[in-house]
């Protein structure tokens, strides 16, 4: 698995993702965020576009996520995550922001070293960051909690459910 950061802001690219593979695969089709890759034999299975947040030059905004949908849960949106943070701190910026919207996002950005800010924004979504403020278990099941008051599919209330008050150890 090779990860790659393509560019920073404020340079963009569009990069075509096959939009059945990849969800919000149309998303990385604007040339207004820059983006970072894995790719495995060549092939992008994962993909994360960012900018600068608007109103904070220190910060960075991951936009969208998406991993190939045959690629899911072996690991490598945690990683590319992780990997594209650990970049952007090396690159300048204090922080990184991402808001996420499901549950198994939610999980993933955990392992990748992010955590719940207490905060909820744009569509509502739950803002995270790293590094992190606060990875108690309390802080872990208040961002539980919240997705879990929406109109979830039946596997993301079950992923809920299951889930206990620990946050997932960073991969």
């Not at 900018?51 to 949908?69: I, K, M, P, Q």
């Not at 961002?143 to 997932?168: C, N, S, V, W, Y």
Request: glycine share 8%; hydrophobic share 35%; net charge negative.
């Amino acid at each position: 698995m090779e990860l790659v950061v393509r560019n920073w802001p404020p340079e963009g690219e569009a990069m075509a993702l096959d939009h059945e593979r990849f969800i919000y695969g149309g998303k990385f089709n604007t040339g207004r965020t820059a983006k970072a890759v894995a790719r495995d034999e060549g092939a992008v299975v994962a993909a994360v576009a960012f900018n600068e947040d608007r109103t904070d030059a220190d910060t960075l905004r991951f936009r969208y996520v998406s991993v190939r949908v045959d690629r899911r849960a072996e690991g490598i949106g945690p990683r590319l995550l992780a990997f594209a943070a650990e970049r952007a701190r090396e690159h300048g910026y204090e922080r990184v922001q991402i808001a996420v919207n499901n549950p198994y996002a939610y999980e993933a950005c955990y392992r990748a070293g992010f955590t719940f800010t207490g905060e909820e924004t744009g569509m509502a979504e739950l803002l995270m960051t790293t590094p992190p403020e606060d990875r108690s278990p309390t802080r872990y099941r208040a961002g539980l909690e919240l997705l879990g008051k929406r109109d979830l599919p039946a596997d993301q209330a079950e992923f809920i459910a299951q889930a206990d008050d620990t946050p997932p150890e960073r991969r």
